[in-house]
C-alpha cells in the first residue's frame, strides 16, 4: 500500500498548505439537490460544502482557499447544460463536479469537452467515460460493474433464469441493457423483462407478469429514486418469495425507509465500504478514510451516509489532490486534466483510483461489495 494517498477527511486536510491568501481556487458543481434525483443530490451537495468549509479552515489549497458555486439542476439535463455553461462562462471555474444523474452528467460532459474543463462525474452509466472523452472522469462504479456483481453472486447460488424490472430513466435503461450484454456471460437467462416509467406510483401489473413466469429464480431492478422502493413494496403485497436484487443506484438509508424495513429485508445490491463502516476489518484499506467521512458528515448534518455523498467526497479529493500536484492554484485547465489522469492508489470511500489514458474510472470490481439489508441496516453477504 507504499503507493497508496489515503482519503481520510483528516489526511486530504493536512497536505494543503500555508493559511489561505486572498486569492480563491473557484470549483464548479451542478447537482439534483431537488427533483426527483434529490435523495441521491441533496447528500452530493452537504458533503461538498462540509469538505469546501473543512478545507478553508485548515489553510485551503496551495495557501489559497476554496470557493464552491454550486447550482440545483433539479436532475434536468437542459438545466446542468445551462449551469455548466455559466460555471465556465461565467463563474470562471477550474472544474466542474457533477451530474447526479446520468443524463445531466452527459449534458454537462458536452460543455466541459466543448469548452476544454475538467469534469468529474458523480453518475453511475458508463456511457459517461466509455468511449473515454479526454476531459471526464467519474467516482462511482459503473451499471456494468454493477450488473457483473450482481450475476457473480447469482451464479454463485445456482441462479440462472431471473426476471428484470427497470426504470426508463436514463440511468434504468442504461444499467437494463449492460446486464442483458454481459448475462450470457454468467451463464443468466433474462426470462422477464419489464419495465416502468419515473413516474409511475405503482408497479403491480409489470411484477405480476414476472410473479407468473415460469422458472425464475430471482428477480433484479435496475433503477433509483422512487421507483425501486415502489417495486420493493409491491414486491412484498404480491408475496413473491424469491431473491430480489437493486442496483448501487438506491444505495442508502433512503431506499429503506421508502421501501420500509420489513419489506426490504433480505434485498441484495451492490455497495461500498461506506454503508458498513463499523463491520470493516481493522486493515481495511478503506477503513481510514470511511471512518473520517462518515464521522464529519453525521456530525455536522446528524444524518446517516450515503454512497452517493461519497461519490461527491471522492470527486473533491480527486479533484484537490490534482491540484495539488499540479502545483498551480489558477492550473491551466490541460495541465489539471493531465494530473487528474496521473492519478493513482487515491483510497476514497468508493474505492481506490488509479486512472490511466484509457481508464477515467480507475476502478475495479473489488472496490464493490455485495451487501444485504438486515434489520433496517446494511451487512455485508460473506
Not at 463536479?97 to 453511475?124: D, M
Not at 405480476?208 to 403485497?237: D, H
Not at 495539488?324 to 492550473?331: C, H, I, K, L
Request: hydrophobic residues 40%.
Amino acid at each position: 500500500m507504499n503507493t497508496q494517498k489515503t482519503l481520510a477527511l483528516a489526511a486530504v486536510l493536512a497536505t494543503l498548505g500555508a493559511p489561505a491568501a486572498l486569492a480563491q481556487i473557484r470549483i464548479g458543481a451542478t447537482l439534483a439537490e431537488t427533483g426527483p434525483a434529490g435523495a441521491l443530490g441533496d447528500p452530493e451537495a452537504k458533503t461538498l460544502r462540509l469538505l469546501v468549509e473543512q478545507i478553508n479552515a485548515a489553510g485551503g489549497v496551495l495557501g489559497e482557499p476554496l470557493e464552491l458555486v454550486l447550482y440545483d439542476d433539479g436532475g434536468d439535463p437542459n438545466n446542468a447544460r445551462t449551469f455548466a455553461t455559466r460555471l465556465v462562462e461565467h463563474d470562471e471555474v477550474v472544474a466542474i463536479i457533477g451530474g447526479t444523474t446520468t443524463g445531466t452528467s452527459l449534458a454537462i460532459r458536452s460543455v466541459a469537452e466543448e469548452e476544454e474543463i475538467p469534469f468529474i462525474s458523480l453518475a453511475g452509466g458508463i456511457e459517461i467515460i466509455d468511449p473515454v472523452q479526454p476531459f471526464t472522469f467519474k467516482t462511482p462504479h459503473t451499471d456494468r460493474m454493477a450488473c457483473e456483481k450482481i450475476f457473480e453472486d447469482m451464479q454463485a447460488q445456482g441462479i440462472s433464469r431471473i426476471g428484470m424490472i427497470s426504470g426508463t430513466d436514463g440511468f434504468g435503461a442504461s444499467m437494463r441493457n449492460q446486464c442483458l450484454s454481459v448475462a450470457e456471460t454468467y451463464g443468466i437467462t433474462v426470462a422477464a423483462d419489464e419495465s416502468y416509467a419515473p413516474g409511475d406510483a405503482d408497479m403491480v401489473p409489470q411484477l405480476t407478469n414476472i410473479r407468473n413466469t415460469e422458472g425464475l429464480q430471482a428477480v433484479l431492478n435496475p433503477g433509483f429514486g422512487a421507483g425501486p422502493a415502489i417495486v420493493t413494496r409491491n414486491y412484498r403485497q404480491l408475496g413473491i418469495e424469491l431473491p430480489l436484487y437493486q442496483s448501487h443506484g438506491v444505495a442508502g438509508q433512503a431506499y429503506i425507509d421508502l421501501s420500509g424495513a420489513e419489506n426490504a429485508e433480505g434485498v441484495r445490491l451492490p455497495g461500498t465500504a461506506l454503508l458498513i463502516a463499523d463491520q470493516l476489518a481493522g486493515d481495511d484499506a478503506q477503513r481510514e478514510a470511511v471512518v473520517a467521512y462518515r464521522d464529519a458528515y453525521v456530525g455536522r448534518y446528524n444524518e446517516p451516509v450515503s454512497t452517493f455523498g461519497g461519490y461527491a467526497h471522492d470527486a473533491l479529493a480527486i479533484l484537490v489532490d490534482a491540484i495539488t500536484r499540479n502545483g498551480e492554484a489558477d492550473p491551466d485547465p490541460v495541465d489539471l486534466r493531465d494530473a487528474i489522469e496521473a492519478t493513482s492508489g487515491l483510497v476514497g470511500t468508493t474505492g481506490i483510483y488509479s486512472f490511466t489514458a484509457e481508464d477515467h474510472l480507475g476502478l475495479d470490481l473489488s472496490a464493490f461489495r455485495l451487501l444485504e439489508i438486515r434489520n433496517g441496516g446494511w451487512t455485508p453477504v460473506q
